[in-house]
């Protein structure tokens, strides 16, 4: 087989252990597998494969990694760190020390024995590559130890879709916005899941009159797998399942990035619509993961001036994936859908009218601001339908009159 990268299988290594990792390197080679790149421990991986610089196949940018092969016993690779690449769509193949290891690892990712010749572990990386296109799981290859994740191919055709939800500078009422689309998708019959991934002190767990006790701190400190921790921490509210985040910004330190991205990546495969609350300077994997964008904005100069910064730091991938939402527009002297659009060169999925009596009733009653009724409703109501139409392809977004000329450059 040529070992030429234009047509080989491209790979990111992380073995920790040098011998293996030379006998690989020089091995695979020979079956057509390039190692383009190479992390130390479960962290850099995340880092790496994650990163706009070195890409899963697909994304922007070159060159691109097809599949990431890991020791299992990596320093610092977890369950969470698992789900955050299988969210990220990108395929894993772990590399077992002994039948044992394998065991333990099934259900997590598909592995093969590190003893096992180049030849074999190359076709468990094709296999791991063309199984986690499809779906479909994986096959024994000849002369490997194969596990197989059982629930992934049951569940990666049916996953949900990731709404991420963010703002620039200033309060346009991004997490109002993000609780009143949950409910109104709940509203419309979906499974829906609202993470609360603002670090800097999240708001939806006092909006909504939630235990404080319970969230993402809680599933970052507690013990055990994945699935049961996050059991424990969900709770249920105006239609959906919620994921409360932290009260206060000093405690983010306790709450690993895996642990946001493999919450996420597990909730999609349960529900099938996740809105996540971001900060409006969100970690870059929080919003890779997300099959759309929304920039939540007020509807004047210094908005428009915030959103074009934001728009500009979210970074091409995401950029092609992100719709405005224009929140609090009062009248004539606030900028419209096509205003915005003129600007920002980006969509418009929504136009939310300003009504301060429904939004203080919706603070008072701890409730999305959905259920107010009246204008802001029939607003969130027509937002949704659109991210909705957005994601399965059939929408258009609602612009609402001709625009006039920006009187500001921004």
Request: hydrophobic share 50%; proline share 5%.
């Amino acid at each position: 087989m040529t070992s030429d990268t234009a047509s080989s299988v491209r790979v990111l290594l992380a073995t920790a252990d040098r011998a293996l990792e030379a006998r690989l390197v020089v091995g695979l080679s020979t079956e057509g597998i390039a190692v383009v790149a190479r992390a130390l421990d479960g962290p850099g991986v995340l880092d790496q494969a994650l990163s706009t610089d070195a890409p899963v196949a697909g994304s922007s940018g070159n060159p691109a990694v097809d599949v990431v092969v890991l020791s299992a016993a990596l320093h610092g690779l977890s369950e969470t760190t698992l789900l955050a690449l299988r969210g990220r769509g990108v395929p894993v193949l772990l590399l077992a020390a002994g039948e044992g290891e394998a065991r333990r690892v099934a259900g997590l990712a598909p592995s093969v024995l590190a003893s096992a010749p180049a030849s074999a572990i190359a076709e468990a990386i094709r296999r791991t590559r063309d199984g986690s296109a499809t779906g479909v799981a994986l096959e024994e290859p000849a002369g490997t130890a194969v596990a197989t994740d059982e629930t992934d191919g049951a569940t990666r055709d049916a996953a949900g879709a990731v709404i991420a939800v963010t703002s620039g500078k200033g309060a346009p009422g991004k997490s109002t916005v993000a609780i009143a689309l949950a409910a109104a998708l709940g509203g419309a019959g979906y499974r829906v899941a609202l993470v609360d991934a603002d670090l800097r002190g999240g708001n939806v767990a006092p909006y909504l009159d939630l235990d404080p006790r319970r969230g993402l701190l809680g599933l970052a400190t507690a013990t055990g797998p994945l699935g049961a921790r996050l059991d424990s921490e969900l709770q249920h509210v105006a239609g959906c399942a919620v994921l409360a985040g932290i009260e206060r910004p000093e405690l983010a330190a306790a709450v690993a990035p895996d642990v946001v991205t493999g919450a996420i990546a597990l909730l999609r495969t349960r529900y099938e619509r996740v809105v996540v609350d971001l900060a409006s300077s969100a970690p870059r994997d929080l919003v890779l993961v997300a099959d759309l964008v929304l920039l939540v904005m007020g509807a004047d100069m210094v908005s428009l001036w915030n959103a074009r910064l934001a728009l500009r730091s979210l970074g091409a991938d995401a950029a092609q994936r992100c719709h405005a939402v224009i929140n609090r527009r009062e009248g004539g002297a606030h900028y419209d859908g096509h205003e915005v659009e003129e600007a920002l060169r980006i969509p418009v999925a929504g136009v939310v009218r300003e009504e301060r009596a429904a939004a203080r009733a919706a603070i008072e009653r701890q409730e999305p601001l959905l259920a107010a009724g009246g204008r802001v409703a029939a607003d969130l109501q027509t937002l949704a339908a659109t991210v909705d139409g957005v994601l399965t392809g059939d929408a258009i977004p609602t612009r609402g009159p001709a625009p006039r000329a920006l009187a500001v450059e921004v």
